[in-house]
Each structure stands twice: as structure tokens, then as C-alpha cells.
């Protein structure tokens, strides 16, 4: 008699991990450690003055959208709710030392307001987990994939 776990189609090393299962999980493993590496370098390169003018609190809306991104792609990697908790801390704290840091540049400003704007996308980020979303890099982790792992067919 197998598991429930096993009923499920879930691995071991699953349950182990927290991690989900993918045919290719360094790339997608990698890209998401693209995403935290690009919001780091975004949140303190000098940014050149635009002569457009934006609109009211855009730069709020790309932190949302940042950390939303991030947070959602992690959704999508970490299986287990525990696990996804403590990268949702991760990507505030990440967020906070990033903002002192830009107040230490000197050309880039301290905002509480941005790390309002951060929290606002992990946490929208994080609802991606309890969504049928959740397994959206899966499924095309199958698709785009799986022909590559299956053995030449007989006819």
C-alpha cells in the first residue's frame, strides 16, 4: 500500500526539498536567481534623469511589479507553504537592506514608501500560490521538454 503522498504523484524528494519537480530545474532555478540578481542591480545603479515625465508614483508601481514577479516565480518553485513563507521574508529583507543601501549611495534615496510598494507585490506574488498559477513554469517545464526525455516511439 503506497503513500498518500504517492496517490498524489508526489516525490519524495518533494516532501524532502519543498521544492516542486522539473525536468529542467536549474534553468528555472536560474532564472529566478536572474530575477533577484536584476532587481538587485536595478535598485542601486545611478539612474539617468529622463526628460519624459512619469507618471505620479510609477516607481512604485515597478517595485510592485518587481517583487511580484520575483515572489510569483518562487511561488511556482517551492512546493511546500512553509518554505514559501520564509522566501517571502527573504525578498522583504532583501528589500529593506536594499533600500538603506540606496540611501548610502548618494545618488539613490532611501523610500519607506518603495519597501511598501515591495511588500505589496511579494504578497501579491505569494497569492500565486494558492491559485491553480502555481504550477504554471511546471507545465511548461512538461511542454516544452518532455519529447526531449521520452524514448523514440515504435511503430
Known amino acids: 500500500m503506497g503513500t498518500l503522498a504517492g496517490h498524489l504523484g508526489i516525490s519524495q524528494a518533494v516532501i524532502l526539498t519543498g521544492a516542486r519537480e522539473f525536468i ?5 532555478w536560474a532564472l529566478g536567481l536572474l530575477l533577484v540578481l536584476l532587481i538587485c542591480v536595478a535598485s542601486l545603479v545611478r539612474v539617468p534623469q529622463l526628460e519624459v515625465d ?18 510569483g516565480w518562487f511561488s511556482q518553485l517551492i ?4 518554505l514559501l513563507f520564509k522566501a517571502a521574508l527573504a525578498f522583504f529583507t532583501m528589500g529593506v537592506v ?19 510598494a ?17 504550477v504554471l513554469i511546471q507545465w511548461l517545464d512538461r511542454r516544452l521538454f518532455s519529447l526531449q526525455t521520452k524514448p523514440d516511439a515504435k511503430d
Request: net charge positive.
Open 118 to 134: 515591495n511588500s505589496t507585490g511579494i504578497l501579491l506574488g505569494l497569492v500565486i500560490a494558492f491559485t491553480p498559477l502555481t
Open 24 to 28: 529542467k530545474p536549474t534553468l528555472w
Open 54 to 71: 512619469l507618471p505620479r508614483y510609477a516607481d512604485k508601481w515597478q517595485h510592485v511589479v518587481a517583487y511580484f514577479a520575483v515572489m
Open 79 to 82: 512546493a511546500r507553504k512553509s
Open 98 to 116: 536594499l533600500e538603506f543601501l540606496q540611501g548610502l549611495t548618494g545618488y539613490r534615496s532611501l523610500d519607506v514608501f518603495d519597501v511598501a
